[in-house]
């Protein structure tokens, strides 16, 4: 059984044609990039394209290289013929700014179309978008691609989430996306006011803008009783909407008609075969405001080009295990939050609500996991009470389970319900004690 497909010309296209169109518009891309924008002129004036096995030869386009050209200088058609600008939340500094044609635009529509339909989406049904507005690539993005594909759209953004309850209850909407902690953090508090979140009728979720694991998906599905996908973009490349699952959920499909994606040694930077994990590097194949040649992602993943059984034949990125700087080092262990919360989520009696503290107050950096108990566990001991035997117990649980999944000796701490800083946008995950 496979549900609709939004572009079925586009999304079913046999390989070899795929390849053929990826490698003319490649082609293209470049040619636009060396004839409008100076710093890809020094670098690619000399590339040659015969092939699309050529393109790892091509240097790598950073997030450093927007910066240094910010705002506009990496555009490749002046300001007059942009339809809009959004810019990511520059944490370190300026913000990184991007533009879109009129045609990006359309792009966009198309790719946010496809990846909301194979999430489940059908035309007529009302969605409620979470995700914020604004110069954030989130909102925008995913309120133009339903909009396309004949959804009614509830624009609400993050924050807020006394409205986010109310219009939730009163409208009833068939879809909801957000990022993966906040619509928890929505579950939660629907929960505190007596309501159960399955009552509402959501059938399908897209949510993404943070790593998030299959554990947090399941808590999402029980909490709303949907089903819930990954969506998966960055704003230097379009905004979400570069890839997402279909029902199959075995990986993100690319939208690889668009945006060409290559996996790369995150430390050397050498092309790796399909399988292998690395960092994701993306090439966008027709935006034409600001294209861009081979971008370092920074996030970790697989690719597989196996052929997926809802019967698209588009290449598929894993879920994402992290972003390549957010990998943390105790004591010598490579270690990604999402694998703590992978191990977190696979103890019975523990919340979805945790927070890594790397303490570097030490010779060797420690790590101490803070998590909430579930309410099972508050009912048995009689409310929070840390030195309760029973608390004890899941503590001492949980941080052998940690130690034999992540090899590392860790400290578990389980904290008061609602200690736990609640996002309205992305979750705080990681914290620093210097
Ligand atoms: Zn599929």
């Known amino acids: ?34 004839e409008r924008v100076p710093f890809y002129r020094e670098r690619l004036a000399a590339a040659r394209l015969r092939a699309l096995e050529d393109l790892p030869a091509l240097p790598f386009t950073r997030k450093t290289d927007l910066r240094e050209h910010y705002p506009f200088g990496l555009f490749a058609v002046p300001t007059s013929e942009l339809a809009r600008v959004h810019a990511s939340s520059g944490t370190k500094g300026k ?13 966009w529509r198309e790719v946010m179309a496809r990846v909301l339909v194979a999430a489940g989406a059908r035309r007529g049904d009302m969605l409620h978008v979470a995700f914020g507005y604004g110069l954030f690539t989130g909102g925008l993005g995913f309120h133009d691609g339903a909009e396309r594909a004949g959804l009614t759209v509830v624009p609400v953004s993050s924050g807020n989430t006394a409205r986010h309850l109310l219009l939730l209850q009163d409208f009833r909407p068939a879809g909801l996306c957000g990022t993966p902690s906040f619509v928890l953090h929505i579950a939660e508090s629907l929960v505190e006011q007596g309501v159960d979140p399955r009552t509402l009728g959501i059938r399908w979720g897209l949510f993404g803008a ?19 996908h990954d969506v998966y973009g960055l704003s230097e490349i379009i905004g979400p909407g570069v890839a997402g699952e279909c029902e199959a959920r075995a990986g993100l499909h690319v939208c690889d008609d668009h945006f060409l994606p290559e996996i790369v040694d995150p430390a050397t930077g050498a092309a790796l075969p399909p399988g292998r994990e690395g960092e994701l590097v993306l090439t966008t194949l027709t935006k034409r405001a600001i294209p861009m ?15 997926c059984r809802c019967g698209r034949t588009s290449a598929r990125i894993a879920r994402l295990k992290g972003r390549a700087d957010d990998m943390l080092i105790i004591k010598g262990v490579n270690l990604y939050p999402s694998e703590v919360e992978t191990a977190l989520l696979g103890v019975e009696d523990l919340q979805p609500h945790y927070l890594l503290v790397v303490d570097r107050t030490a010779t060797l950096a420690r790590l101490e996991v803070q998590v909430e ?32 999944v992540t090899g590392l000796g860790v400290d578990v701490v389980l904290v008061a319900p609602r200690t736990i800083p609640r996002s309205e946008g992305k979750a705080v995950r990681v914290v620093e004690r210097t």
């Open 95 to 107: 913000p990184t700014v991007v533009g879109y044609t009129a045609g990006d635009l359309d792009v």
């Open 1 to 34: 059984m496979t549900g609709p497909i939004w572009n079925p010309e586009a999304e079913t296209q046999a390989p070899a044609a795929r390849a053929a169109l990826q490698l003319e518009r490649l082609r293209q891309t470049v040619a636009w990039t060396v």
């Open 293 to 307: 040649i081979r971008y370092r992602t920074g996030d970790i993943t697989t690719l597989t080009t196996e052929p």
């Open 373 to 404: 108990p579930a309410p099972a566990l508050l009912a048995r001991c009689e409310g929070f009470r840390a030195d309760h035997p029973e608390m004890l117990a899941v503590q001492r649980r949980a941080a052998e389970h940690l130690r034999r």
């Open 210 to 228: 943070e790593p998030w694991t299959d554990g947090l998906r399941i808590a999402i599905e029980r909490a709303f009783g949907c089903r819930a």
